[in-house]
T-cell receptor
Framework: DAGVIQSPRHEVTEMGQEVTLRCKPI?????LFWYRQTMMRGLELLIY????????DSGMPEDRFSAKMPNASFSTLKIQPSEPRDSAVYFC???????????FGPGTRLLVL | AQSVTQLGSHVSVSEGALVLLRCNYS??????LFWYVQYPNQGLQLLLK??????LVKGINGFEAEFKKSETSFHLTKPSAHMSDAAEYFC???????????????FGKGTLLTVNP
């Protein structure tokens, strides 16, 4: 299995631009998670999907952030407009239900100038 | 809400020495507990997990952890450190939803392990 796939691996953009991060979960996994990792705040859960339906988006910081999961094999996290404080590593993870282990992708390193 | 405390943001050991990384959790129900490892510029990889079976859990790369309910602890150990163990280690506890299907992980701040030759 290829594992969780994220793209791009690195993104550099200017403040105000739209950023779209992509994730392909492991085939057969029913749940998908988006996390953000920064030095100051550590790992934060942004949003969680179960069977393509958003279950908990309480971690989404602002309306500038949105996430979708149009089908079981693809999810996006969009930031519009982006700000320098959004600079972080964004991870996607997936798991089967009710299996508890989450499998993480390699992350997208975002730098907003 | 559950929480996880990792004591020591940075632990340094000599190669061949015992590794001990501490994790304490708060939980009102029997928890599921995890240790993940993150190597530089990579995602998180599962080391081991506790799911209410044996209290001593063995994981990959020679690591193990012991669940102690009375101490609300889940410390990670390895008898002999290797240079390749240098990484950041995260302890996590799983929040159960109303349906009883554990779904959300709460992570500790992480402990950076340095192994000196």
């Amino acid at each position: 299995d290829a594992g969780v796939i994220q793209s791009p691996r690195h993104e550099v953009t200017e403040m105000g631009q739209e950023v779209t991060l992509r994730c392909k979960p492991i085939s057969g996994h029913n749940s998908l998670f988006w996390y953000r990792q920064t030095m100051m705040r550590g790992l934060e859960l942004l949003i969680y999907f179960n069977n393509n339906v958003p279950i908990d988006d309480s971690g989404m910081p602002e309306d500038r952030f949105s996430a979708k999961m149009p089908n079981a094999s693809f999810s996006t996290l969009k930031i519009q407009p982006s700000e320098p404080r959004d600079s972080a590593v964004y991870f996607c993870a997936s798991r089967t239900v009710p299996q508890e282990t989450q499998y993480f992708g390699p992350g997208t390193r975002l730098l907003v100038l | 809400a559950q929480s996880v405390t990792q004591l020591g943001s940075h632990v340094s050991v000599s190669e061949g020495a015992l590794v001990l990384l501490r994790c304490n959790y708060s939980s009102s129900v029997p928890p599921y507990l995890f240790w993940y490892v993150q190597y530089p510029n990579q995602g998180l990889q599962l080391l081991l997990k506790y799911t209410s079976a044996a209290t001593l859990v063995k994981g990959i790369n020679g690591f193990e952890a012991e669940f102690k309910k009375s101490e609300t602890s889940f410390h990670l150990t390895k008898p002999s450190a290797h240079m390749s163990d240098a990484a950041e280690y995260f302890c996590a506890v799983s929040d159960r939803d109303s349906g009883g299907s554990n779904y959300k992980l709460t992570f500790g701040k992480g402990t950076l392990l340095t192994v000196n030759p």
